[in-house]
């Protein structure tokens, strides 16, 4: 099982953002998929969650108008889109993929950095 994001890097206050997660190794259409994010010295937190067949997503109430989450089955690819960035936005951010009881898989997570 992989999960490896990609996109993440430097970006002004007020910027953009795409990030990437292809999946390998389980039956993506079947799995929850969501992104999370962990600034220093802070707990990981939910940014947003997107359903198996991508009909039903959430997100944290900070990111919510700003950021897009959305999934391609065909591609067993997952995204972000985060616009109207903000410095403390800052954090590594990771790929999440849940199944149904136990199953749960976590990338290696990408760094993004929000700073003029």
């Known amino acids: 099982v992989q999960l490896v994001e990609s996109g993440g890097g430097l970006v002004q206050p007020g910027g953009s953002l795409r990030l990437s997660c292809a999946a390998s190794?389980?039956?993506?259409?079947?799995?929850?998929m969501s992104w999370y994010r962990q600034a220093l010295g802070k707990e990981r937190e939910l940014v947003a969650a997107?359903?198996?067949?991508?009909?039903?997503?959430r997100y944290a109430d900070s990111m919510k108008g700003r950021f897009t989450i959305s999934r391609d089955n065909a591609k067993n690819t997952v995204y972000l889109q985060m616009n109207s960035m903000k410095p403390e936005d800052r954090a590594v951010y990771y790929c999440?993929?849940?199944?149904?009881?136990?199953?749960?898989?976590w990338g290696q997570g990408t760094q993004v950095t929000v700073s003029s």
């Open positions: 999440n993929a849940k199944g149904v009881g136990l199953y749960e898989y």
């Open positions: 190794g389980f039956t993506f259409s079947n799995y929850v």
């Open positions: 997107l359903s198996s067949a991508g009909g039903s997503s």
